[in-house]
């Protein structure tokens, strides 16, 4: 049971050339909890440069699920592994074989919910993990398992921060992710300075016993690696 008085935890980005994004948030509950937790990522949403939609799954036929935007499913399980009564129908829908992939090319992440101490752990939501993707979906962030017996929190602050770096390093449409930087430029970057590195090397003298180039030139071209982190202009 969700716990009176719980900090709810905001980590704050600067402003984003993309503000506004659209994220979809939907939400399997029966005792409140998934929804709980589905509300505070829309309530954060704006700090971190997305305009959320926040709903419950019995809203699912209303729902387009075409496009780019990110979809966040945040659910628990009742019993030992059922869905709650507002997400049977639609973990039904998805779990049908003649269901078209309605989620083609869709970014996807999972928190299930649920308590250890049942045999179908989180049960409801590893099938939607499974389906989602099964129906075209693309997983951007591994599912996060919350138990209840260690506490939902220990769980889901740590996910939830995950959940945030994953969203900003999505690109949109444009190919554009966040940071402002887009896919074509970071690809760019790493090639240039990939070739720099080599080249730095090149140009040094070899160790004639070992056979290599100096500990330093080898940290030069490390430093210029694909790995080097990029800032957007």
């Known amino acids: 049971r969700r716990r009176p008085g719980r ?4 980590q704050h980005y600067a402003p984003h ?3 506004g994004r659209k994220l979809l948030v939907m939400y399997g509950t029966q005792t409140g909890n998934a929804r709980a937790l589905a509300k505070e990522l829309g309530e954060n949403a704006s700090s971190h440069g997305f305009e959320a939609q926040v709903c419950g799954m019995e809203k699912f036929k209303g729902l387009d699920f075409k496009g780019d935007e990110p979809l966040v499913i945040v659910t628990s399980s009742t019993g030992n592994g059922d869905a709650p009564d507002n997400a049977d129908a639609f973990l039904r829908y998805c779990k049908r074989k003649s269901t078209p992939a309605v989620f083609a090319g869709k970014p996807f992440a999972v928190c299930a919910l649920g308590d250890s101490n049942y045999e179908q752990f989180c049960e409801v939501g590893k099938r939607f993990d499974e389906h989602v993707e099964r129906l075209g979906g693309v997983r951007f ?3 996060c398992d919350v138990d209840e017996v260690d506490g939902i929190e220990a769980h889901w602050i740590p996910w ?4 945030w770096s994953a969203l900003h390093a999505l690109p949109d449409s444009t190919g554009v992710t966040n940071s402002g930087v887009s896919d074509a430029t ?9 070739a720099a590195g080599a080249a730095a090397l090149a140009e040094r003298p070899i ?3 070992t056979g290599t180039a100096p500990s330093s030139e080898l940290a030069v071209m490390a430093g210029l ?3 080097t982190p990029l800032q957007a202009p």
């Open 17 to 19: 050339s993309n503000m």
């Open 225 to 227: 690696s694909a790995e």
């Open 186 to 194: 970071v690809n760019a970057v790493k090639v240039a300075a990939a």
């Open 160 to 163: 939830q921060e995950k959940l």
């Open 207 to 209: 160790n004639e016993t």
């Open 7 to 10: 900090v709810v935890h905001i």
């Open 141 to 143: 962030l591994k599912r």
